[in-house]
Each structure stands twice: as structure tokens, then as C-alpha cells.
């Protein structure tokens, strides 16, 4: 009774924005950053049940929009292992963020007894947040609503957003068998540069790379993790996070590969390694000019095929390979060469899993080495326990396969296994670059993307869109998939697919064929067939 008369008073300062559902989507709360006050506070009374559900363990809370314009920002739960929310939790989300202030103390204790919460279990939550100038209001709202409800809690201050996906499985495993790191900033350092310095043993990078960190978080944060590195020349681009407007303005991750260009404050010269981190660094992709100035993406369909080609290669080496089930994970959005490639060259599965990375980290785990990214650049590679103990009590027979034990080691320590990190995935590709001898461009080489095209179509409702098979296909409204087939079989190698967004009010066509003008003319008509 205490703590619903805290609730609410605590509640009552806020005002919630009229007429307005909130949903906790695929990536949590996502909007304008003035219509979210009492939506954190929502979600700091759902982090404090979560935890107390949980036995105390720590539930991390991580302010921010990502790779969407500065004025958004965001909020999502990070479950014990540095996972994303638990789904069926996403709907008691949902249910605290629309209760009318005056009786949200009321749904607090509807969920108690529904979930069956035992009050009388200790409360701890971490929480950070990214560089929008609303971070600091919206983290003073969770503070209340933590406050509230008696929670312990630690306060991060700017962090990526897989940093404290870090922190909180650091913080539940300390003093297990499962022990991750050092629940610490300064730990996620050290972490991912001792594990650089192992895997890199042997080996040079050839050339610098230039980042562009979306002036966002990831900028001051690649910074920080430069001190620990060596061996390693990083110029980074694009880290003003003292203009407000600047983040995600003309550069990062998603401008790159939904633009398929540069950011035009690019510098480059032809044939220089660049990258780009979104917002909250999260995302990674690569690219180049080629010798005739031509832009050339290396997004992540292209970081899954050069991971689980070195994975399987070290493997072979260390002599382990039978013993370790190795697949891929993808979306519909992977490029079709990319899937020939992986099954006809690299010999791996696939599974196909429904936008968005929760999904595609649950089917990641049935594999000993998972590895998964969406073609946007968010994903990572995951160890099954087996895969841990294999790679750990293997006795190597020769030099070399002791070589190719330690650096499979290492890189499980190198590879954010909580979730995708674009930091890590850096080091990660600079690793397997090192060690395979390839500029940009030979992994470039390695398969031809088909040309393909991404359309947004408004439509007046984009619930009636009901998608199957992965989102590969559409059951609703009746007769549309029909259409959409009709049509990709006239297009050599065509392939097209429609599905609702997640984030936005709109459908997304995507369509890919054997050239330019036919995807483009592809994904033209099965806009128009949308709208
Ligand atoms: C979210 C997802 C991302 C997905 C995107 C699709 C997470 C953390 N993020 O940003 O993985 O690619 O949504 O957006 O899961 P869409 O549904 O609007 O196409
Ligand atoms: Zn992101």
C-alpha cells in the first residue's frame, strides 16, 4: 500500500499525452521524445517487477531511439543474459504504458497477482542511455518511478546501447561458472581489446579504417575503446555529439544502407575501408569506392558470410569441426546471392526468421555457432555451451591446431554474445580481414550481389497485411501474394515480398532481380499492386 501510494504520486507529475496507444514494438517504445515521459515511467515499474520476478536479478533499461532523427528517443527492457525482453512481458508493457495515470498503481498490482511477483523479493535495474539532449528528462522519470518502488539501482550514463546489454549479464553472472566480465565500462574494454589482441596474434591490418559513428554514442565510445587497442588505426568521422541535430543527420549506418551511398561528408579515397555505426551502435556496415568511384556496400549479410566462412575454416583447422553444428541466421531483407553463397560455397544452414533481432537470436541458439545479422547491420555470432566446453577441452595434436583453438577462444571473449554490438562486429571484421590477407575489396569478390530495391508505401491501414513464411509471403489481403508472384516470375532471378512495418506506419516492398532496372521496375509494381 506504501509503494501504490508512491506510484502514484510519483505518476500523478507526469501528463500522458492524449489519445494516444502505446505498443511495446520490436524494439521496445519508440517515438517523439515529448510524448514519452509517462511511458518510462511504465517501464520503470515493469523493470522493477521483471527483476523481483526474476529473484533480483538485474533487468537493464536503455534510453534510446537509435538510428531514428535526434527529436525521437526510445525505451526497452534487457533481460538477466543481455537479452532482449522476454515476449510475453512485451505485452504487460504495453498494458502499464496505457493505464490512466490515476490507476496505473492499480495495474502495477493487477500484474503483481497475475504474473505472481513475490513483493518481498530485492529489485535491481542498470540503466543508461544514448546522446539525445531528452535522455537526461527521461531518465529523471525512470528515477522517480524506480524510486517509487524501492528498486537498488545503478545509473550508467552514456553507454551504447550493447554496452549495457554487457553490463547487465555481466552483473548476473559475476561469481558463476558463467562469468562474463567486468560489469564495468572500462571491463567491456578491456574485454573486447585483450580478446583482439589474442585473436590478431600472427597478423598485421593492412591499411586504416575510417568510422563513421553517426554522431552519436558509438563516437566518444570508439574513442574511449582506442586507448585499449593497439595494432589498429582507426580515424573516427562524424562523432559531434554536442550539436543536438546532428545525430543520425546525413551519415550512419541506416543512411548508408537505406541510401546505398556514402555519407557526403565522406573524405574517402578510392578503394579506403570505411564503416558506419547508427545511433546507438548497435548496426555496423562497411563500404568502398571502387577504382572507378563506384559505391560498394559490405552490409550485414556480407559480415555473416565473412564470419561463418573464418568460424568454419578455424574449425576445420582445430580439428572440431564434426563436432560443432555451425548455421547461419537471416531475414527475407538477406540478398539472394548471399543465401546461394552460404549453402553452395560455405556448405552451412539457414534458417530464415521474421524481422527484428529477438527473433533471429532465439534461432541463432539452436546452433553450437549461431551466427546472425539482419542485412541492416545488426547481429552477432552465439556459442552454445557445448560449442564453450569443445573449443576449451579440445588437446590440440599439432601447433597449429592449438593456434586455431586459441583464436576460436578468443573470439567467443571478442564477440558480444549478448547481442549484436557494432563495436565488437568492427573488431571482428578487422580480425577476419587480418588474417585472411583481403582488402575491401576481395570480400567484395567473394559472391555478386543481385541489384535490389527497398520501397515505403503509406496505405490507410497496414494491419490487414498479414504476413507468412518469415514474412516471405502474405496471406492477407487475399489475392496480393498471387499478384506478387506473378509478377517476380517475370524477372529474371526476381524475388519480391510486402510486409507491415514494425516501426513505422507503412508497408515495405522489397524486390531484387539478375539487374538494376529489373529490380527497380520489379519493386515498382508490387508498390503500386500495395497502394
Ligand atoms: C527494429 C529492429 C531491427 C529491425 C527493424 C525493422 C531490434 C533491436 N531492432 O529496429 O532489428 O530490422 O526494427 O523495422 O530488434 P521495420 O519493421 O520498420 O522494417
Ligand atoms: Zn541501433
Known amino acids: 500500500p506504501a509503494v501504490k501510494k508512491a506510484i502514484t504520486e510519483a505518476a500523478l507529475q507526469y501528463i500522458k499525452p492524449e489519445g494516444r496507444l502505446f505498443e511495446y514494438g520490436t524494439a521496445g517504445f519508440r517515438m517523439k521524445a515529448d510524448l514519452l515521459n509517462t511511458v518510462v515511467f511504465a517501464v520503470g515499474l515493469l523493470a522493477s517487477l521483471r527483476s523481483k520476478k526474476l529473484s533480483g536479478q538485474w533487468i537493464g533499461v536503455m ?17 538477466p543474459m543481455g537479452e532482449m525482453l522476454e515476449a510475453e512481458w512485451e505485452t504487460y508493457a504495453t498494458r502499464l504504458a496505457n493505464a490512466p495515470l490515476e490507476s496505473i498503481a492499480d495495474v502495477y498490482d493487477e500484474l503483481v497477482k497475475e504474473i505472481d511477483v513475490k513483493m ?42 550493447p554496452q549495457l546489454h554487457y553490463v547487465v549479464r555481466c552483473k548476473n553472472t559475476l561469481g558463476t561458472q558463467y562469468e562474463y566480465g567486468e560489469p564495468t565500462e572500462q571491463g567491456y574494454y578491456e574485454k573486447l581489446a585483450n580478446a583482439f589482441k589474442k585473436v590478431m596474434r600472427g597478423v598485421k591490418v593492412q591499411g586504416g579504417l575510417t568510422v563513421d559513428c ?28 554536442i550539436n543536438p541535430d546532428s545525430l543520425n543527420f546525413d551519415c550512419g549506418a541506416d543512411y548508408v544502407k537505406t541510401k546505398q551511398r556514402a555519407p557526403p561528408s565522406s573524405k574517402a579515397a578510392p578503394l579506403d575501408r570505411c564503416a558506419s555505426l547508427d545511433g546507438d551502435a548497435d548496426r555496423l556496415v562497411y563500404y568502398f569506392q571502387d577504382e572507378s568511384n563506384i559505391f560498394r556496400l559490405l552490409d ?7 564470419a561463418a566462412s573464418f568460424i568454419g575454416d578455424l574449425a576445420r583447422s582445430a580439428g572440431i569441426a564434426s563436432k560443432l553444428k555451425i548455421g547461419v541466421v537471416q531475414t527475407a531483407y538477406a540478398n539472394g546471392s548471399s543465401t546461394d553463397y552460404i549453402e553452395k560455397v560455405l556448405k552451412l544452414p539457414i534458417i530464415c526468421t521474421n524481422t527484428g533481432v529477438k527473433h533471429l537470436h532465439h534461432a541463432a541458439l539452436r546452433f553450437d555457432v549461431g551466427v546472425y545479422f539482419e542485412a541492416n547491420g545488426h547481429g552477432t555470432v552465439t556459442f552454445s555451451e557445448n560449442a564453450l566446453k569443445v573449443i ?91 499478384t506478387i508472384e506473378s509478377l517476380q516470375s517475370r524477372y529474371n532471378k526476381g524475388r519480391s515480398f510486402a510486409r507491415a512495418s514494425g516501426t513505422e506506419d507503412a508497408v515495405r516492398v522489397y524486390a531484387e532481380a539478375a539487374s538494376r532496372s529489373e529490380a527497380d521496375d520489379l519493386a515498382t509494381r508490387v508498390a503500386n499492386a500495395v497502394s
Do not use: C
Request: aromatic share 6%; charged share 25%.
Open 63 to 79: 534510453v534510446t531511439a537509435s538510428h531514428n532523427p535526434a527529436e525521437d528517443n526510445g525505451v526497452k527492457l534487457v533481460d
Open 120 to 161: 518481498t523479493n530485492p529489485a535491481r535495474v542498470v540503466f543508461a542511455r544514448d546522446t539525445r539532449a531528452s535522455g537526461s528528462r527521461l531518465v529523471g522519470v525512470l528515477n522517480a518511478a524506480l524510486t517509487a518502488t524501492e528498486v537498488e539501482f545503478v545509473d550508467f550514463k552514456f553507454m551504447t546501447t
Open 214 to 241: 553517426a554522431n552519436g554514442v558509438g563516437g566518444p565510445k570508439l574513442r574511449e575503446l582506442m586507448k585499449f587497442l593497439s595494432g589498429i588505426d582507426i580515424k573516427v568521422v562524424n562523432d559531434d555529439v
Open 300 to 306: 550485414g549479410d556480407r559480415i555473416a558470410t565473412l
Open 392 to 482: 576449451k577441452n579440445t588437446e590440440p595434436q599439432s601447433p597449429a591446431q592449438q593456434h586455431a583453438l586459441e583464436s576460436l577462444q578468443a573470439l567467443t571473449d571478442l564477440i558480444n554474445q549478448a547481442v549484436g554490438d557494432a563495436l565488437s562486429d568492427m573488431l571482428l571484421v578487422e580480425a577476419i580481414l587480418a588474417h585472411k590477407g583481403w582488402s575491401p575489396k576481395e570480400w567484395l569478390g567473394t559472391y555478386t550481389d543481385l541489384p535490389s530495391r527497398l520501397v515505403r508505401v503509406e496505405v490507410n491501414d497496414r494491419s490487414i497485411f498479414k504476413a507468412y513464411d518469415a514474412e516471405r509471403k502474405l496471406e492477407s489481403p487475399a489475392g496480393l501474394q498471387g
